[in-house]
């Protein structure tokens, strides 16, 4: 059996659904599908694979959380979703991206363009500056919709008020022809979430979009999406580092480490028993209010691109190394656990 | 400076608190409104002739005296500034806006199209201003349009230079990302997101090029390239008055005054725009 195929039915838990031709809303279905994903970065001449044959999939109504530390490859495959690699410098290699039911990587540029920020959006990390410093909120809150849905700009301005409201940006009427420069960070980031949902899409992307805001408005702004995706049934795909945001918006978790997915689970089940010795390493290192513990650090460092060994990616620094880990393991499921999937020689034998 | 335009009341504030631009724009306002003016003030027809009174010098009746025809030659820097502005502004013009297009596509696109632009940009920079002027002038022949064209394509690289370098810095922001994560297209990203971005920069170098462009234009008449005689341009009255400058130098000198006071207010309103834009000027 194939990696990639093996990486399906592990995350799903479930044979894979049947591709649908149309964008018809199947209730339950895969809104987005990942399927084998390799994507290559060049440093120098050399392409490396930064993302290794990745699969997963998101249901409407559900948020699959991609964790890891900075350079494991969750940003990369973030981008890949979008058709957002940077050309001449990445690269999808292999594999297939299925965005309620259009097959990504298939499309032409000027059909994933028509696909991005209309059925398929994305959320940054940085409010401060992925806003347009010199254009009105209201402008950019609207010009998706002029853009996919051909409206004038007097209905696409009504359509931002609306919008602004629905994120609660105060008195959003008085706002909408405000600069970005006159909003503070969680108000721009309420905004660049308004400017993600104006096509209504069914699929999200969400970069760290809590990281670079204040704790308190981090919880506001998780509480709004998950407020706004409960009401219209998107797919999120959260990238995050931050644990604690994993534990209170996700329903699955996918842990990456080096470009590998390492281990999958449902949320509960990975908090309960992280299986895998980096996550687990993970969850040690983070502090815990209801036990007292020691926090334990990872030891060493992740190698570079050029230096990443063969076989298990974590080896280098894995208590638990073997003689087999020289090959690549498998993402496996746990016995008698079909949605929990681990790559370890060790733990999942 | 990105914030520039956004602040623009506090821009504006800051502008109008700088004496050289107030004074600059008051001297280009003025001058303005004499050429646009010309047809109700100006005592006489630029091209009357009296031949009675050739070389006459300042009078009553004559402010500006007259030339080597008995014509008035205060109503010939007024009907001037009509053409030496025209050409002036429609030059500039056009250049700003193929520089800066040119520009922004090569800052965007980068790799071989920005090579390409770039390698071009050095090799029409690599002349100098007024020589290229000349050279497109003597190619093309005389007339008011090859003018407004030679000029142009000689503030071209200039304008290509700044859009491309600001687009650069630009391209990195991650409201770029974002607008393609939007699926909008590079034209809309390059026109409508770009472009307003770097508009500051390029208008105040737009401002100081005005004064470039005015001065080829005069430089180019005097030497004889410029608009066919007899429509008179200020560097033509300069140039019919040069051959009796010992006897007659009001001919020269009151053309020449009004290109330097249109000179120095275009550097004032330049300076004092680039003053109000940058942020590290600010007070």
Redesign the interface.
Known sequence: MSEAATNGAATNGAAPAPARAGATRVPGADLLRVEGLTTQIRIGATWFDAVREVSFAVQGGETLALVGESGCGKSLTALSI?G?LAP?VGRVAAGRITVDGVDMTAASERQ???????RL??I?Q?PM???????TVGFQIG??LT??RGLSRRAARARAIALLDRVRVPSAAARIDA???QFSGGMRQRV?IA??LACGPRVLVADEPTTALDVTIQAQVLALLADIQRREGLAVLLITHNLGVVASVADRVLVMYGGDVVESAPVRAFFARPTHPYAEGLLRAMPRVDRVQELAAIPGQVPTLGEMPDGCRFQSRCPLRVERCRERPPLAALPGRPDHAVRCWVRAA | MSAALASAPSAWRRATRSPGLVVGLAVVVAVVALALAAPWIAPYDPNEQDVLSPLAPPSAAHWFGTDFFGRDVLSRVIWGARISLSVGFLATAAGVVAGTVIGIVAGYCGGWTDRLITAATDVLLSFPQLIMGLLLVAVLGPSIGNLILAIAVTAVPAFIRIARGSTLAMRQRDFVDACRALGFSDLRIMFGHLLPNIMDEVVVLASLWLATAIRTESTLAFIGLGVPPPTATWGGIVREGFDNLLDAPWLSIFPSLAILAVMIGLNLIGDGLRDATDPRGAP
């Open positions: 979008m957002l001449r994933r363009e028509a696909m991005r920020g209309d959006a994305m940054f940085e500056t992925s806003l347009n410093p010199v254009l010009e998706a853009r996919h600069y970005p420069h660049m400017m993600a």
